[in-house]
């Protein structure tokens, strides 16, 4: 059964860094597209940024620049480094995969971006 696994989050000051890890497991995690999405009090569950199988990566528009989305195979583990932090980053954020027949999803850690 796939199980992801949400770490690193905590309260940060504007323009601080957070490193979030989601560490994979029931599944042959190379072979995965992962993503980081995010949820504010209030508002809709949003796309931060996917990295594919390969490497390739994708970033939200609010996020480039910023956030860069990294995986490690041999550790079944995904990373979001998360620089320059505002408070409108402030969020729950949850590490996200999908194979073709269903998405998963990890319980979330939160981030608040506040001084």
């Known amino acids: 059964q796939v199980q992801l696994v949400e770490s690193g989050g905590g309260l940060v000051q504007p323009g601080g860094s957070l490193r979030l890890s989601c560490a994979a497991s029931?599944?042959?995690?190379?072979?995965?597209?992962m993503g980081w999405y995010r949820q504010a009090p209030g508002k809709q569950r949003e796309l931060v940024a996917t990295?594919?199988?390969?490497?390739?990566?994708n970033y939200a528009d609010s996020v480039k620049g910023r956030f860069t989305i990294s995986r490690d195979n041999a550790k079944n583990t995904v990373y979001l480094q998360m620089n320059s932090l505002k408070p409108e980053d402030t969020a729950i954020y949850y590490c996200n995969t999908a194979s073709p027949v269903r998405t998963y999803w990890g319980q979330g850690t939160q981030v608040t971006v506040s001084s």
């Open positions: 029931g599944m042959l995690f190379s072979l995965y597209a």
């Open positions: 990295i594919t199988n390969g490497g390739n990566t």
